[in-house]
C-alpha cells in the first residue's frame, strides 16, 4: 500500500500596493526614534551634553561673546551624544539576530534595506535634536547684551552633522560585523584616536579629516577674518555621512536599486568635493585682509565721538564703544587738571596676520592721547583697558605710560581702579600673578608695566580711603603726583601717607 503526501505549496511572495513600503518604513522610523532617543546611553548623554551647555553659556565670554566665535564653541558637546547615538544605532540593528527574529522580518512586506533606512532616519532625528540644542545655545549667546559679529551656519552645522556622521556609521558597522561588541571596541579606539593622535595633525590639512576641528585663540577676529573652511568643512561632514548612510542600505540588499546607486555616486562626490575644497588654506583674500587690519586698522575703522573721546572701531564692534566710553568716563572723573578734558583717541587693534592661533604682544602707540582697545571685553579685560586709559591720562601717551617705573604708578593705577565696584579683585586681575602685595607685572594690551612692592603698599593705602577724601588729595596734589620721575616717597608725602616700608626698585 502507497500513500501519497502532498507538499504544502511554497507562501507566495508578498506583495504590497504601491506606497505601502514607503508607509511601513515611516512607521518602523518612528518605533526606532522613540527606542533610540529614550536608550539609557543617549539619555545620559543629552542631559550631560544640555547641562554642561547650559553651565557654561551662562559665563561663556564673560558676557560679551563675539558670534564669529560663540559658533565654533557648539562643536565638541555633540560629540558626546554622536557617540551614544552611535552605540544606540548598532544596538538597535542588531536587535533581530540577538533575539534570532531575523528570518521572521524576512517574511514581511518591509525589505531587509527598508529597515536599515527606518534606523537611519532614527539617527537623523538624533542629529534634528541636537540642531535644536546647538541653535538654542547659539540664539543665548546672541540675544547677551553685549553681543557682536557674526556666526557662520557652516559652523553651526558642525554639531549636528557630526551625530548624523556618528550614528551612520553605527548602522553601517552593524551591518559589517554583526558581533555585539564591535562598537564599543570602536568607540574606545576613537577616543584613543582623539587623544594621542590628533596633535599630530594639529597644523596639517588632514586635521580636518576629523568631525570637529576646534581652533581656540586668545584673539577673536573680525568674522571676515577667521579664514576657515566652514562650508567645505561641512558639506565634506555631510557628504560622508550620506556615504555611510547608502552603503549600509547596498549592504543590506539595496544594490539593485537604482536610487541608492546614484545616491552613493553622489555623496562619494560631495565628499570628494569637501575634502579637496577645505585642504586648499586660508585664501588669499583673506591674507591680504589680515594684513590690512593689523597694520592700518584706521582704514577700516568707524569712528564716533563721545564728549572729548573719539572712539574708532571695526565695524562689528562699533555697538560696543558705550562700554568702552562708560570705563574712560569713569577714570576721567577721577583725574584732575588738564586730564578731565584732555582729548583721546581710543583705537580698537588686532593683530590677525597669525590668524586665530595668534598670541602676539601689540605695540604701544606712539602718538599723544591715542589708547588701545581690543577685540575682547568683559572680565580682566574692562581693568586692563582701564589701567591704558589712565597711564595715557597721567604720561600722555602709550608708549611713555609702559616705561612708567617712578610714583605715578601709584597714581594711575588708583585712576584706573578707584572707579571700579570691587578695585582690590581688579588689582589682581590686572597683574600677571594674580596678587594684590609685593610687586608684579601689570598686564596690558600692549607692552606690560611694573609695579614695585612699595607703589603696591602706597596703592593700597588709597583705596583703603574714602572714595571723596581720596580723590580730594589726589585732586589737590595732582601737578606733583603726576610729575615725570617723580618718587614713590614723595607721593606719599603729598597724598599725607605713611612712608611704604616694600621694595621699590623695578627690575
Known amino acids: 500500500m502507497t500513500t501519497a503526501t502532498a507538499l504544502a505549496p511554497a ?11 514607503r508607509a511601513a518604513v515611516l512607521a518602523l522610523a518612528r518605533f526606532e526614534t522613540r527606542r533610540l532617543l529614550t536608550r539609557v546611553p543617549v539619555l545620559v548623554a543629552f542631559a550631560v551634553y544640555v547641562g554642561w551647555t547650559v553651565w557654561r553659556t551662562r559665563v561663556s565670554f564673560d558676557g560679551f561673546p563675539a558670534l564669529q566665535d560663540a559658533d565654533r564653541a557648539t562643536q565638541d558637546g555633540p560629540l558626546l551624544v554622536g557617540l551614544a547615538v552611535l552605540l544606540g544605532a548598532n544596538h538597535a540593528v542588531l536587535r533581530s539576530r540577538r533575539h534570532d527574529t531575523e528570518r521572521h522580518l524576512d517574511v514581511l512586506v518591509l525589505p531587509r534595506w527598508g529597515r536599515t533606512v527606518a534606523h537611519l532616519l532614527s539617527v537623523a532625528a538624533a542629529a534634528l535634536m541636537t540642531a535644536v540644542c546647538v541653535g538654542g545655545q547659539f540664539a543665548w549667546e546672541a540675544l547677551k547684551p553685549g553681543a557682536v559679529g557674526h556666526g557662520s551656519p557652516a559652523e553651526l552645522l558642525v554639531g549636528p552633522l557630526s551625530v548624523l556622521l556618528l550614528g551612520a556609521f553605527g548602522v553601517l558597522l552593524a551591518r559589517l560585523v554583526t558581533a555585539p561588541f564591535a562598537a564599543p571596541l570602536l568607540i574606545v579606539l576613537m577616543l584613543f584616536l582623539a587623544t594621542f593622535l590628533t596633535g599630530f595633525a594639529a597644523d596639517g590639512w588632514s586635521r580636518w579629516l576629523m568631525p570637529s576641528v576646534g581652533t581656540y585663540s586668545v584673539v577673536t577676529l573680525p568674522s571676515g577674518l577667521i579664514g576657515r573652511p566652514a562650508a567645505w568643512h561641512a558639506l565634506y561632514l555631510g557628504g560622508l555621512a550620506l556615504t555611510l548612510m547608502t552603503a549600509a542600505v547596498l549592504l543590506s540588499g539595496g544594490a539593485r536599486l537604482r536610487t541608492a546607486q546614484a545616491a552613493v555616486a553622489g555623496a562619494v562626490a560631495l565628499t570628494l568635493v569637501g575634502v ?3 585642504s586648499r588654506g586660508v585664501p588669499e583674500s583673506v591674507t591680504e585682509a589680515r594684513v590690512r587690519a593689523s597694520v592700518t586698522p584706521e582704514k577700516l575703522h568707524t569712528c564716533v565721538e563721545r564728549d572729548a573721546t573719539t572712539y574708532c572701531a571695526f565695524d562689528e564692534w562699533e555697538p560696543r564703544t558705550g562700554d568702552w ?14 586730564a578731565r578734558n584732555r582729548p583721546l583717541a581710543v583705537r580698537q587693534r588686532v593683530e590677525a596676520r597669525y590668524g586665530l592661533d595668534a598670541d602676539a604682544t601689540l605695540s604701544p602707540l606712539t602718538r599723544p592721547g591715542e589708547v588701545t582697545v581690543g577685540t575682547a571685553w568683559g572680565g580682566n579685560r574692562m581693568p586692563e583697558f582701564a589701567v591704558a586709559v589712565a597711564g595715557v591720562l597721567v604720561t600722555g601717551s602709550e608708549a611713555t605710560a609702559g616705561e612708567v617705573c617712578d610714583g605715578r604708578m601709584v597714581t594711575v593705577m588708583w585712576l584706573a581702579l578707584a572707579g571700579r565696584p570691587d578695585p582690590l579683585a581688579d588689582l589682581r586681575r590686572v597683574r600677571l600673578d594674580d596678587s594684590d602685595t609685593g610687586s608684579a607685572l601689570v598686564i596690558s594690551q600692549t607692552e606690560p608695566s611694573q609695579m614695585t612692592s612699595a607703589q603696591t603698599e602706597l596703592l593700597r593705602e ?9 580723590s580730594a588729595k589726589v585732586k589737590a596734589g595732582w601737578p606733583e603726583l603726576t610729575a615725570p620721575k617723580v618718587t614713590t616717597d614723595r607721593v606719599a608725602q603729598v597724598l599725607g601717607l605713611e612712608k611704604p616700608e616694600g621694595e621699590n626698585e623695578c627690575l
Open 325 to 338: 566710553a562708560r570705563v574712560v568716563d569713569d577714570v576721567r572723573a577721577l583725574a584732575a587738571g588738564d
Open 11 to 21: 507562501p507566495a511572495p508578498a506583495t504590497s500596493p504601491p506606497g505601502a513600503s
Open 462 to 470: 588709597l583705596l583703603d580711603l574714602p572714595r571723596e577724601k581720596a
Open 276 to 278: 579637496v575644497g577645505q
